[in-house]
């Protein structure tokens, strides 16, 4: 009887699997995917925001609202990313680079609004706008581009490196005089895999990171601030109603929920206990509240993304798509890696984001634009373009009035 049972739950198991590993080999598995994250990253976002929007000052909802108002101009970036072809987005780039650095340029003039000693917004009525998370988007779609035109030059060193690393130090610059640490990190994570996935040699990799580390330690001791961030992460129990306070509390946070969390909504590290919790400190709010099974949820969310990503770049033809879907890929996790890093104490302090579950304005916007790409990148793997092309758009291509993707067509050069 035993061994009747242990063969029925074997061969379940098997034809689980079997049914997995079947939906995942359809042409459009990975689209689907990365629409899922997308939906799930997202709505668990706005369930937490609503959480977090109940200590919030303006009104028990107020925060709330205007996260749903964020979303929904982010699901029309969505719709533009799966809808405007990629050839077009691709052509579009060094546009969208200009528009990038004069905004980057403009944002530290009178023109900018100032908020606790930095100037990295745009006031436009209730509405701000942050250049740094438009530049994000024009340095990766330019910098593949150009890495894509020049490619069979990428082994002579000035090829590598110019124009794509003296704008990308321009933008680096721009940045850190509003100062915004947090954007440039990302835009460095931008640059270093741009080059990664062009085949740049390891040494350059080394230089690299040797002036990262350089200006960051010259940043840090440069501002008071930064400084004390630095300190305190190696020593947080040495301040902790100073600098070291949002990690301590963070901690706390996550303690108390323990394994299952206290339950949704009745965390109280967002009554004043941990500032800025909405923003910054969301995945503590999340441990708190649905304890560590809520967090292992979005780690999981996001080891997906990272899987789904760089199967969509390994699986396409065509060299641009495939650096723009993995700089995505990695742009967005390792967001979402430093994020956790510091709220778990694993990291100093830096103010990036949890990708689409942090509040926010101008990067919940753009970061749901890039899931768009990432996804019209899915529907240009080959499979799934002779899919498409034979049966239709399908029913959410028909919903969305998506057009089907050409088959790729390498370029002919001149002999």
Known sequence: ?????????????????????????????????????????????????????????????????????????????????????????????????????????????????????????????????????????????????????????????????????????????????QPNLSGTISLGIVLLTLLWFAGAPGRLFGALLAGGVAGFVVLALVAQYRLARVLSFFSPDADTSGAGYQAVQAQYALAEGGLFGVGLGQGASKWKYLPNVQNDFIFALIGEELGFLGCAVVLLLFVGLTLVGLRIATRNLDPWIRSVAATITVLLVAQAAINIG?????????????????????????????????????????????????????????????????????LRRPR
């Open 342 to 410: 510091y709220v778990v104490n694993a990291l100093p302090v830096t103010g990036v984001t949890l990708p689409l579950v942090s509040y926010g304005g101008t990067s919940l916007i753009v970061t749901m634009f890039l899931f768009g790409v990432l996804a019209a990148c899915a529907r240009h793997e080959p499979t799934a373009v002779a899919d498409l092309q034979h049966l239709g758009p399908g029913r959410i291509g028909r919903l969305l009035r998506l057009p089907v993707p050409p088959p790729y067509r390498p």
């Open 1 to 177: 009887m035993g061994a009747d049972r242990g063969s029925r739950e074997r061969s379940r198991e098997s034809r689980a699997w079997v049914a997995v590993v079947g939906w995942l080999s359809r042409p459009l598995a990975s689209f689907h995917l990365v629409l899922a994250l997308c939906g799930l990253l997202t709505l668990l976002g706005v369930v937490m925001v609503l959480s977090a929007s109940s200590a919030q000052p303006g009104g028990v909802y107020s925060t709330f609202v205007r996260q749903l108002i964020f979303v929904a101009i982010g699901l029309v970036a969505l719709w533009a990313g799966l809808r405007i072809p990629l050839r077009r987005i691709r052509s579009l780039s060094p546009k969208l680079m200009i528009v990038a650095l004069v905004l980057l340029v403009l944002v530290i003039t009178p023109l900018g609004a100032t908020v606790n000693g930095a100037q990295r917004w745009f006031a436009l009525g209730p509405l701000t706008v942050q250049p740094v998370e438009i530049a994000k988007v024009a340095l990766t779609l330019w910098g593949a581009h150009i890495l894509v035109v020049k490619a069979r030059l990428l082994h002579h060193w000035r090829h590598l490196l110019v124009p794509l690393v003296p704008v990308a130090l321009l933008m680096f610059a721009l940045v850190m005089a």
